[in-house]
């Protein structure tokens, strides 16, 4: 049973942009704050950006002002806008409620020239 489903991920120069997409079961998104977390290659994985369920966000340092996270309640679905990518960001990306219950397959975000 599919809950989480990320999509949107790709490869893109530095600089790019991207829109990654979850779309969330209704028990999962309803009620809950949403977070957008990344895992890169041999690290451990970060909490990027959250959103309450009333749309107050947070966003880590490495982030801020490049990426915007968003809900939309009536879909079930939380997007996250990634804007003047780098290199560093290179990662998968996955979505969840906080806090996190059962992970989904993520979506791999290349940023390279």
């Known amino acids: 049973q599919v809950q989480l489903v990320e999509s949107g991920g790709g490869l893109v120069q530095p600089g790019g942009s991207l829109r990654l997409s979850c779309a969330a079961s209704?028990?999962?998104?309803?009620?809950?704050?949403m977070g957008w977390y990344r895992q890169a290659p041999g690290k451990q994985r970060e909490l990027v950006a959250t959103?309450?369920?009333?749309?107050?966000?947070v966003y880590a340092d490495s982030v801020k002002g490049r990426f915007a996270i968003s809900r939309d309640n009536a879909k079930n679905t939380v997007y996250l806008q990634m804007n003047s990518l780098k290199p560093e960001d290179t990662a998968v990306y996955y979505c969840?409620?906080?806090?996190?219950?059962?992970w989904g397959q993520g979506t791999q975000v290349t940023v390279s020239s």
């Open positions: 959103i309450t369920t009333g749309g107050y966000t």
């Open positions: 209704r028990v999962i998104f309803t009620g809950y704050t």
């Open positions: 969840n409620k906080i806090p996190t219950g059962s």
